[in-house]
């Protein structure tokens, strides 16, 4: 729970900070970062 806990916001500002510098990377970032907490919320991370 805790790694979950500490990785969200940095995971949070890396895709904000892509967003600002190249905005159609948007897409990308949202479909993985879903990928993401989908596969944490199944493992129980």
Known sequence: MTL???LVP???LVAG???LLVPRL???I???Y???IGVAG???L
């Open 34 to 36: 879903l990928i993401v």
């Open 4 to 6: 979950h806990v500490e």
């Open 26 to 28: 948007l897409n990308y």
């Open 30 to 32: 949202v479909a993985i």
């Open 42 to 44: 199944l493992l129980n």
């Open 10 to 12: 940095i995971l949070s």
């Open 17 to 19: 900070i892509a967003i």
